[in-house]
């Protein structure tokens, strides 16, 4: 047929490009995956989830929330999340791309600006595609390009709300927005944020409450935070005022159209959540193992981030991968990350730090990369 044909060839131009992905199985040690405090895997979600089994929680919802799917289970971990995170309002979706570009194509109106750091996730960038507002990117961490880019909008005549939109720890980098200084930009501006805690959720912040703990519970404030990541569930839950969480119930496509996340997920994520307050000691040698990996990382010449993601940035597309290969194959799960996820020139290994590994790994790691670098 000829739409497979075309992609085809589609495909082989990804393949005579080096860009052709394919899935790969787990194997070696874990230095690729989010789950930052080991929770996936741990006997404490799977008691949490086997006594839910025992007390009737289906595994599946049947139904979008607005029909069937509204489960006790969904409304328990909302309730619990707010209280947790201090927001006045929370709801649980069922996975975080799907959350984040909802967030985008729903909150922002017509009239309004999109202002976006430039390294925000892809999921970002699809609900902007798909919303009302216009949009503009500003280099990356720059307050002070963000601040100019609202004053021009405003001279070309803009009169709706500026959104600010930013991770607190990125993905593909490692390091911190400027979270105090936008801040105060928004509330110069009276502008609203949009504030992408995936990787900073359960590794930073009180009791792991997240880089942005400060801010949750404010007027102008929305925080997504993923559960597939530290938590080591699945979904995602967004904090926000009442009314942002009503208005999403009401027009948020994403949400009503969609099937409701597993009940049983959503006791998982009830009992990580408390895992964060209950179990501070995960989050003590996560940051152990950080400042070990640190050390060890500097021994061999690379500059350190201080977050679980560590790139280690090679440029050519071809050699990281070819790198990435020989570390899998002496034993450790590292991949490489090309463009168009990065942007190009900068094809990396993402190394991760979980608690799935331990400082004789990373050791062992830095042993043999040193070889290949």
């Not at 992609?7 to 005579?16: H, K, V």
């Not at 001279?155 to 593909?172: C, D, H, I």
């Not at 980098?173 to 509330?187: S, V």
Request: proline share 5%; aromatic share 4%; charged share 20%.
């Amino acid at each position: 047929m000829a739409a497979l044909d075309t992609l085809e060839t589609g495909l082989a131009q990804l393949s005579a490009h080096g860009r052709r992905r394919t899935l790969l199985p787990r194997a070696g040690l874990d230095f690729s995956s989010n789950d930052y405090l080991g929770l996936a895997g741990s006997n404490r979600l799977r008691d949490a989830v086997l006594a839910a089994i025992a007390r009737g929680v289906p595994i599946g919802s049947g139904g979008s929330r607005l029909l069937r799917g509204n489960c006790e289970e969904h409304a328990l971990l909302e309730e619990e999340a707010a209280r947790f995170f201090g927001a006045e309002s929370a709801l649980f979706m069922g996975a975080g791309y799907g959350a984040n570009a909802l967030l985008f194509s729903t909150l922002p109106q017509r009239g309004d600006l999109v202002l976006h750091d430039a390294l925000i996730h892809a999921s970002a960038h699809e609900g902007i595609r798909l919303g009302r507002a216009e949009s503009q990117a500003f280099a990356h961490n720059d307050v002070d390009a963000a601040a100019d880019a609202i004053a021009a909008w405003r001279r070309q005549g803009g009169t709706g709300t500026p959104w600010l939109a930013v991770e607190t720890l990125y993905s593909m980098d490692g390091d911190q927005a400027p979270l105090a200084d936008l801040k105060a930009l928004a509330d110069r501006e009276g502008a609203m944020m949009l504030i992408d805690e995936a990787h900073a959720t359960g590794v930073f912040g009180p009791d792991g409450r997240g880089l942005a703990a400060d801010l949750d519970g404010r007027a102008n404030v929305v925080v997504l935070r993923t559960c597939g990541k530290a938590l080591g569930c699945e979904g995602a839950l967004i904090l926000a005022p009442r009314t942002v969480c009503d208005f999403i119930v009401n027009r948020g496509r994403g949400f009503i159209f969609s099937t409701a996340p597993s009940p049983l997920i959503a006791a998982a994520v009830r009992d990580a959540l408390r895992s964060l307050r209950e179990e501070p000691e995960r989050r003590d040698r996560l940051h152990a193992l950080l400042d070990t990996a640190g050390h060890t990382l500097r021994g061999i010449g690379l500059p350190v981030s201080g977050s679980p993601i560590q790139p280690v940035v090679i440029g050519d597309e071809r050699r990281t991968m070819a790198i990435a290969a020989a570390l899998q194959a002496a034993g450790f799960d590292v991949r490489g990350v090309r463009p168009p996820t990065v942007p190009p020139g900068t094809s990396r290994l993402r190394l991760s730090f979980t608690l799935n590994i331990d400082a004789a790994a990373v050791t062992a790691l830095a042993t043999v990369l040193r070889e290949h670098l």
